[in-house]
């Protein structure tokens, strides 16, 4: 499974920003690609961003695109989400995990799905006047 180390979230008013940051390792496939999921009470984990395994290729839930990047340090493995124009329906609790993944002649593909996650605690993110 992969091990993780999430930081950063918090409380931050409407319109605002606030940065997530997650650093793996031990993947259990060749793609590599890492996503942020967010939990809600009562819900189930939606997928809001992912990044493939090589930092080149990204994909994003409708309700962030345009608000949200994805990034990787491909010298760590740390994968970044900046989250801009915060809203309160962004609010939630981020996980970080594994996701699936493919190679097509464009090259790698991620996909908001997890793969083998650990979850861990997650980051909660409140956005709030």
């Known amino acids: 499974q992969l091990r993780i180390r999430e930081s950063g979230g918090g409380l931050v008013q409407p319109g605002g920003s606030l940065t997530l940051s997650c650093k793996a390792s031990?993947?259990?496939?060749?793609?590599?690609?890492i996503g942020w999921f967010r939990q809600v009470p009562g819900k189930g984990r939606v997928g809001v961003a992912c990044?493939?395994?090589?930092?080149?290729?990204?994909k994003y839930a409708d309700s962030v695109k345009g608000r949200f990047t994805i990034s990787k340090d491909n010298g760590d493995n740390t994968v970044t989400l900046s989250m801009n124009s915060l809203n309160t329906e962004d609010t939630g609790i981020y996980y970080c995990?594994?996701?699936?993944?493919?190679?097509?002649?464009?090259?790698?593909?991620?996909?908001?799905?997890?793969?083998?996650?650990?979850w861990g605690q997650g980051l909660q993110v409140t956005v709030s006047s």
């Open positions: 995990s594994e996701v699936a993944g493919s190679r097509g002649r464009s090259g790698l593909e991620c996909y908001l799905a997890a793969r083998n996650p650990n």
């Open positions: 031990g993947f259990t496939d060749g793609f590599g690609g």
């Open positions: 990044i493939t395994g090589d930092g080149i290729t990204t």
